[in-house]
């Protein structure tokens, strides 16, 4: 597909410093968007050009307004959000103990709080004030990047209660915006090459990873898709979508999609 999908929209990347969130600004911008991209320290990040920092907690809900109202100010429009920030990944060793894996009586509870604080209800917060912009122009798309622990145990009970609330955002989101035309779709990653992921590669398979563009790109086909309605309030593996739009990865290859039996 084109490199310029999305030529003159208007996106918000929230959770964009690092990782999966600054990967999708970063291909997004090349591709010809207007990118905002939020972030507690992301007038830190030197985030390349096209790009436009805003900083942002999204656990501060005025915060989160005047975030779109500035995009509306300047802009005037929405036509893509990518709801990508979360908590509770931080303090995975709380005092002294690796906390990630343990069973949901021996989690500490600010995991809960964080995942669905910083999480589930971010994602909320920022839809909502996404959808009020884009309800007039009556076009757009909300994409919440979620996960397989919706679908299956992975590693700890807040983590998939809070992917799996956040597929039913999105399937929720999308039936009350149908009629308004914007669609909303929970994304899933595979093994992504993250700063995070990076650091530990001498222990994982990395053989069929993707990089923070490859999820900017689908998300950009998606944008581009006239068809995009069809679509909505679906869960979508973003290695499935890449073969469908007939994408590869910025160095070539093609991750193969990843099922629940896999992960």
Known sequence: MGDHLVDGKVALVTGGSRGVGRGVAEHLASAGATVYVTGRTVHDAHLPAGCIPATCDHTDDEQVSAVFRRVTAETGRLDLLVNNVWGGYERMVDDGRFTWGLPFWEQPIWRWDAMFAAGVRAHYVAGTFAARMMVPQRSGLIVNISFWAAQKHIANVPYGVSKAATDKLSADMAYELLSHDIAVVSLYPGLVRTEKVMEAAAYLDLSNSE?????????????????????????????????????????????????????
């Open 211 to 263: 990089s923070p563009q490859f999820i900017g790109r689908v998300i950009a086909a998606l944008a581009a898709d006239p068809e995009i309605m069809t679509h909505s309030g679906q869960v979508l593996v973003a290695a499935a979508m890449a073969e469908r739009y007939d994408i590869t990865d910025v160095d070539g290859a093609r991750p193969s999609p990843l099922t629940s039996r896999d992960v």
